[in-house]
């Protein structure tokens, strides 16, 4: 197995950061390292492993050579590259929402779905972050139970909508206490501070948003659900800075009490169980931010539904929701000799 010529392509966003420093976490074996952005950041040096490294502009010849390029930069740029990313023989794994829904596109939580890496012709999705936390837990207690329904409310962070929203967040709350006048450049509509935005992309079908379609039509490619099994989500931008938060309700086909679900998730794989409410341990955005698990708490019966469990699952947006999903299936591309 030999190790592969990589790109971060998006590397000095949000995520490509954190894609950085999970490599380096890592140790993740590479041949060559590149680290590639739109022309405003072509130039800057970004510092790796004691190296200095300086960002290239994302043009068709920088990917030459490479085998497997890390995608972060929006769709766009994503659906503008791929086709020569692929050209160059190289594998895309890709952040952005392009090409999730492509029959033909795997979309894989490693972990869950990696069988479905083998299918693969170039270009691997990686889900949106809200559902990337919910695959973790799900997986096993659908594998026990089978997940006949499901409703999903998010309490989503400010880092899952780029640099940007990060500085609406810091710099207008800055402004708001001193009473003094912010410009946002994400939230233009409404405040994020000390506020609740339930909104996320744009609207579609029955008023619902994208960015809720997303979780109910990305779980059901994930865990090969049929139609008939229904979910809804609301989502919901909060004034947090890292993790998102998830309240989920599932009804399951067979009867799953709350001892049997932390029983399974406490061995699940990338699930960590913080369930103790008579010593008030659950989780909560700051105590997942920068941590790989998927916690799961306030683990209990759901009982507007049959055969039903609600809990509640944290988990930091950027490392399971993107990052460290994006070099999991890295390494599982190393792994299964799928580059
Ligand atoms: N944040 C999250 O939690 C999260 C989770 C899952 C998926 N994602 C997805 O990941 C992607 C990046 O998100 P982010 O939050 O990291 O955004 P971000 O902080 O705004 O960073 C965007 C990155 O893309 C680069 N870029 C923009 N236009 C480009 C172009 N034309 N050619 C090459 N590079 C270009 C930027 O480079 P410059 O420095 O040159 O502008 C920057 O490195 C998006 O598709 C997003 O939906 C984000």
């Known amino acids: 197995m030999s190790s592969p010529n990589i790109a971060i392509l998006g ?12 490599l380096d976490e890592k140790n993740f074996p590479f041949n060559e390292i590149k680290f590639l952005a739109s ?20 043009k068709p010849e920088a990917f030459e050579g490479l085998n497997i390029v890390l995608a ?12 020569e990313i692929i050209k160059k023989g190289a594998v895309m794994v890709d952040n952005s929402s392009a090409f999730r829904m492509e029959p033909e596109v795997p979309l894989v939580i490693a972990g ?13 999705a990686n889900p949106n972050c809200s559902t990337s936390q919910l695959m973790l837990p799900l997986k096993p207690l659908h ?16 880092s899952g909508a780029g640099k940007d929203a990060i500085d609406d967040l810091i710099e207008g709350t800055k402004a708001y206490l001193n009473n003094e006048q912010y410009d946002p450049k994400k939230f233009k509509d409404y405040l994020i501070s000390f506020n609740l935005i339930p909104h996320i992309d744009s609207f579609v079908d029955y008023d619902y948003t994208k960015e809720e379609m997303k979780v109910v039509n990305e779980t059901r490619k994930i865990l090969h659900l049929s139609k008939d099994v229904r979910i809804s989500c609301t989502a919901v931008r909060v004034p947090v800075h ?11 086909e067979k009867e799953i009490t709350p001892e049997k679900a932390r029983e399974i998730l406490s061995s699940a794989y990338g699930v960590e169980v913080v369930d103790d409410v008579a010593n008030l341990k659950y989780p909560t955005p700051i105590e997942a931010a920068g941590k790989d698990p998927v916690y799961v708490g306030r683990i209990r019966k ?22 460290l999903n994006t070099v999991r299936i890295a390494e599982k591309l190393v792994e299964m000799n799928l580059f």
């Open 302 to 323: 759901e009982l507007a539904l049959d055969n039903g469990l609600a809990m509640w699952v944290v988990a930091d947006n950027l490392r399971i929701g993107a990052a």
């Open 143 to 158: 594998d026990y139970a089978n997940i006949k329904r499901m409703i999903v409310s998010t309490y989503q962070s400010v």
């Open 72 to 83: 972060s930069a929006g769709g766009a740029t994503s659906k503008a590259l791929a086709e």
């Open 11 to 22: 590397a000095t966003g949000v995520v490509g950061q954190e894609i950085l420093k999970i």
């Open 39 to 58: 022309a405003r950041s072509a130039g800057n040096q970004i510092e790796f492993k004691g190296k200095i490294y300086t960002v290239e502009e994302a």
């Open 242 to 252: 890292t993790s998102h938060s998830e309240s989920v309700s599932v009804e399951f």
């Open 112 to 124: 869950v779905n990696d069988d479905d890496l083998k299918k693969h012709k170039g270009i691997i």
